[in-house]
């Protein structure tokens, strides 16, 4: 840090307002788009978060793309009807995805024990990384496991989802959110082969 | 993989490495706008310019936000005017601050208070002569493995505190006090090695 640095912040308030050109925030578009119903304030939002959102139904449904985007569909709609109540006391994204895991909990429920795995998702990765392979494989093995085990892993360790949340949005016992993690982790090495997953360092 | 119940740092790590977001599929937005109007959840159609997606506006930046008030740069001129309570010696430690998955952007209205906030807490650091040094960091973090550029679905930290502490233990004290995990973020606590 430079001390000239430091005697401007300290002195200088007015110094660190700053003209920005900026995307309308969240809850400018919720604001505006609750007080008008207007489209184009909702394709703002849908733009922004649907990739995410989309990812983690295509997640949760084991890379059943269709089915994401009918469980995106109908999260979107219940969310525009209850968008009066949301009240920003969360981040829009997370309120929006609980509306994706309720939707897909209905679809797995739905399933029954039966429900298929594709291999859609891992077929088209949108990010292209260039350790495609290492993130592939990780990316199928999650998406083989089974669905009770899927749920909680990836909303614990992909998503950062609490026990405790994961049974109140789950609809499951705390402890069994904790012990369908504990077995998710252990079928996911078991799918890797039991080999170390690690990241590849390029190292000659 | 060891099969125990708790990630491995490299299994972490490769977790967040996976991709956060996917590519949304050609008619798909316009799906679901259909689907919205049919239920009456939308008004009419709008043209495009009835709502700017862009817009100027003068804001007390985000550096001011969280790390402003002249935090770290207040470590620095408090040691120089001999202000600190304390010698600064003992080992440094590195505190990142990353917004995690519960993280809460301030508005424009909660800003003054979370200068407040966070300037309450630094300022205690600063004046205990603990305070080394902070810094915002801006958005857009690149991230190389060999000669490649690889994506990065996590955000990279927004900010550090380079602060002193007796050992690792104060530091994470020191670390759990830090607003920043009351606004649903995460803090890294590292030590430097001498």
């Known amino acids: 840090m430079q001390p000239s640095r430091a005697r401007s912040s300290l002195s200088s308030g007015e110094a660190r307002l700053k003209e920005e050109e900026v995307e309308p925030a969240d809850d400018e578009l919720v604001r505006a788009f609750v007080a008008s119903r207007a489209e184009e304030p909702f394709r703002l939002l849908f733009r922004r978060h649907t990739p995410a959102l989309l990812r983690l139904g295509q997640r949760l449904l084991g890379g059943d793309a269709a089915a994401a985007e009918d469980a995106v569909q109908e999260a979107w709609i219940r969310a525009v009807t209850r968008l009066p109540e949301f009240r920003f006391e969360s981040m829009l994204r997370t309120w929006l995805c609980g509306f994706v895991v309720n939707r897909c909990r209905e679809v ?83 799918r890797l082969g039991g080999r170390p997953v690690r990241e590849d360092r390029h190292e000659g | 993989m060891k099969d125990e119940d708790e990630l491995t740092e490299a299994e972490r790590r490769a977790l967040d490495a996976l991709p956060a977001e996917t590519r949304v599929p050609a008619g798909f937005e316009d799906r679901v706008v259909e689907s919205l109007r049919t239920r009456g959840l939308l008004g009419g159609t709008t043209q495009p310019s ?18 402003g008030s002249g935090l770290g740069a207040g470590s620095v001129a408090a040691r120089r005017q001999g202000t600190t309570s304390q010698p600064d010696v003992g080992p440094l430690y590195l505190l990142l601050l990353y917004p995690g998955p519960r993280f809460v952007e301030g508005r424009a209205a909660d800003e003054a208070a979370r200068v407040a906030e966070y300037g309450a807490w630094a300022g205690r650091l600063r004046r205990a002569g603990q305070l080394v040094g902070a810094e915002k960091l801006k958005e857009g973090t690149r991230v190389l493995e060999g000669d490649t550029r690889v994506d990065s679905p996590e955000p990279g930290p927004q900010g550090y505190f380079l602060i002193r502490a007796q050992d690792m233990t104060e530091a994470e004290a020191i670390a759990r006090d830090c607003p920043h995990l009351r606004h649903g973020g995460r803090v890294s606590v590292q030590a430097v090695e001498a």
């Open chain 2, 50 to 67: 009835a709502s700017p997606p862009r817009r100027r506006v003068l804001r007390l930046g985000l550096a001011a936000g969280l790390f």
């Open chain 1, 108 to 190: 797995l429920r739905s399933r029954g024990a039966t429900a298929p795995v594709t291999a859609e998702l891992v077929s088209e990765p949108t990010a292209a990384p260039a350790d495609t392979a290492r993130a592939l494989d990780l990316e199928r093995a999650v998406l083989g496991l089974a669905d009770g085990y899927r749920a909680v892993f990836v909303l614990h360790d992909l998503v950062g989802y609490t026990h405790h949340e994961i049974a109140e949005r789950l609809e499951i016992q705390e402890g069994t959110s904790k012990s369908q993690l504990f077995l998710a982790r252990r079928a996911l090495r078991q």
